[in-house]
């Protein structure tokens, strides 16, 4: 009887998962996603806990009063810190699953050797495996994009590298069947694999730089998934199969729209070392120069204009300039202008980032468009105002054959009839090359902090708008 | 397009799974079970299931569904109850803790601040209060 309301409660938490998941379809149904969610979780955990072989209580509660007190700060952070927040939860469930394949594994090691099938150790070295490597893996990219000092943010790339890391994978690999084959033929075989899958988390992690963190966070998100769902063949939990499998579709599907958004192919984002790539200096490239526009120059432009559409990217995120981009886009819409906000998949630093925090700044989504729905009537957009976005708008990927981002599909802000772009300094993006779009007739530079320029034009604008009154 | 690339990819990769762990099932063919073979169907489906529910996920909210997938496979809380609270020794009893404690901050976190994401998003009208 127990054993069947048990089962019947992990039947109905599979259910709710999925429509958590089908509910974020819209923005509206999605209000209910994290209803559904919670309840399948409550449910799952409880029948659980009320299984009849769970005799000790003591450390469940001590653990869980634990998570929920260092559950609830990491919910509270900052919009702007999201995408590592997200790197650390991946990194926390690495370790769940790398521990709870480890237990497994000396469970039956020490009291029946006979139970480590070879299924289940296959399912045990696949659950540690990605379990620890994402554990590393993500500390490190949540190291990366929190700006941790000693972690360095430029791609590190020494020499041999791929040939390194491909190494100590393969020897993973073969230690692993080395255990399917002998589960209890060594004692130091396990916790070798244990060092050799935090060790390559890290190595692969390391030679990743900044603007590729979209993908690379949707790849760890997979592999947890991927891990949880190995964890449910050891536990033999159709349960656990189904959630981990629903994620690890999630990751997926992720990864493979950031890959397509830049171009790129997996394996190129995991062994590319992108950051190094060095531009070919375009011809005439030393009498190139930009030319700067004045904030009151640029308002009266924005004054005049109908159509105006925003592109943010993740120099808005770093100035944490979303509220002033609320005042400026009230200010325009006051006015009668149409504002769009253009958004590129791989802006920001995880999918989704800029979409976000513009909602945090309670801009209404639906004005918020998509590159795809854009680019047809650019010819339209009298003033596009580039703010912090440097890669998604570089005319190069459509026109300069050779160039490191050639083919990349961009938001193509270039036909507009006018373009300011705001930018900190004159530095290159994360690609390390010139934007073409600084250089072209219709654009005008607004050098400064985005924060700063946008309060200012928005200044600017209700001066003028007094002014007229 | 991008849909019928993601499905293709999906079932390779759930196919890939499927494969590596019926090999081995094959290498241990003595203990051979009906549960295993069910458990790698379940998987085959629930893939097919979670790659056409997210596809159609609005782009708008793909970090709130970042962290929703995240509370989701927290479910691995379950696992770690089972190792935490049986009978087992103590050291192996630990590392189950450690594991429910990790997983308990992802479910709390990652349920939290999804509700937080989406409560911002509002449409036009319902933005200004």
């Given amino acids: ?469 | 397009m991008v849909r019928r690339t993601v499905s293709l990819w999906g079932a390779a990769a759930a196919a890939c799974l499927a494969g590596v762990a019926s090999a081995a099932e094959t290498v241990s063919s003595a203990e051979a079970t009906a549960q295993n073979w069910s458990s790698l169907s379940v998987l085959v489906l629930a893939t097919f299931v979670g790659l056409g529910v997210i596809g159609r996920v609005s782009r708008l909210l793909h970090t709130p569904l970042m962290s929703l997938t995240n509370a989701i496979s927290a479910i691995s809380v379950v696992g770690s109850i089972l190792i935490a609270g049986s009978d087992y020794p103590p050291p192996i009893r630990i590392l189950g803790a450690i594991a429910l404690f990790a997983s308990m901050t992802n479910i709390v976190s990652g349920f939290l601040i999804t509700e937080r994401m989406i409560r911002m998003f509002k449409e036009r009208g319902e933005a200004k209060k």
């Fill in chain 1, 1 to 469: 009887m127990m054993h069947a309301l048990v089962e019947i409660a992990y039947l109905a938490a599979i259910v709710l998962f999925i429509l958590a998941l089908y509910w974020m379809n819209d923005p509206k149904s999605a209000r209910r996603s994290v209803s559904a969610g919670v309840a399948a979780m409550a449910l799952a955990m409880a029948a659980t806990w009320s299984r009849p072989e769970v005799v000790h209580h003591l450390w469940i509660i001590i653990a869980l009063v634990g998570g929920v007190v260092v559950g609830v700060p990491l919910s509270r952070v900052a919009l702007t810190a999201v995408p590592q927040r997200t790197a650390l939860s991946h990194a926390f469930g690495g370790l769940a699953a790398g521990l709870v394949g480890t237990a497994k594994y000396y469970m039956w090691f020490g009291e029946d050797p006979a139970e480590l099938t070879g299924f289940r150790m296959t399912a045990i070295v696949v659950e540690t495996l990605l379990g620890f490597l994402t554990l590393t893996g993500s500390l490190m990219a949540a190291g990366k994009l929190h700006g941790v000092s000693w972690i360095p943010q430029r791609p590190v790339i020494y020499p041999m590298q791929n040939a390194t890391n491909l190494g100590l994978l393969l020897l993973a690999l073969a230690i692993g069947v080395f255990l399917i084959v002998n589960p209890t033929g060594s004692a130091v075989a396990f916790p070798m694999l244990i060092a050799l899958s935090l060790a390559f988390g890290v190595l692969l992690i390391i030679p990743i730089g900044g603007a590729d963190m979209p993908t690379v966070i949707s790849i760890l998100n997979a592999y947890a998934g991927l891990s949880a769902v190995a964890m449910g063949f050891v536990l033999d939990s159709r349960l656990l199969v189904v959630a981990g499998a629903l994620d690890g579709a999630s990751g997926l599907i992720l990864s493979i729209i950031m890959c397509r958004a830049m171009n790129r192919s997996f394996t190129n984002v995991l062994f590319g070392g992108f950051g190094q790539v060095q531009a070919p200096t375009a011809a005439g490239a030393e009498d190139r120069h930009y030319k700067e526009e004045t904030i009151e120059g640029a308002a009266q432009s924005l004054e005049m204009a109908r159509l105006v559409i925003i592109v943010p990217g993740y120099g808005m995120a770093v100035a944490h300039a979303q509220h002033r981009v609320a005042e400026l886009y009230d200010q325009l819409t006051k006015r009668g202008t149409t504002v769009k906000f253009v958004i590129h998949p791989v802006a920001g630093r995880m999918p989704g980032h800029m979409n976000v925090l513009l909602a945090e700044a309670e801009i209404p989504y639906d004005d918020i468009v998509e590159m795809d729905d854009m680019n047809p009537d650019m010819a339209q957009v009298d003033v596009a105002l580039i703010i912090g976005a440097n890669d998604v708008v570089n005319p190069a990927a459509k026109e300069q054959k050779g160039c490191p981002i050639y083919g990349m599909p961009i938001i193509e802000a270039h036909r507009a009839k006018t373009v300011f772009a705001i930018k900190r300094g004159k530095s290159t993006g994360f690609a390390g090359i010139e934007n073409d779009l600084y250089f072209r007739d219709e654009t005008f530079m607004l050098f400064g902090d985005a924060k700063d320029v946008v309060g200012e034009l928005t200044k600017q604008l209700s001066v003028d708008a007094a002014a007229a009154a």
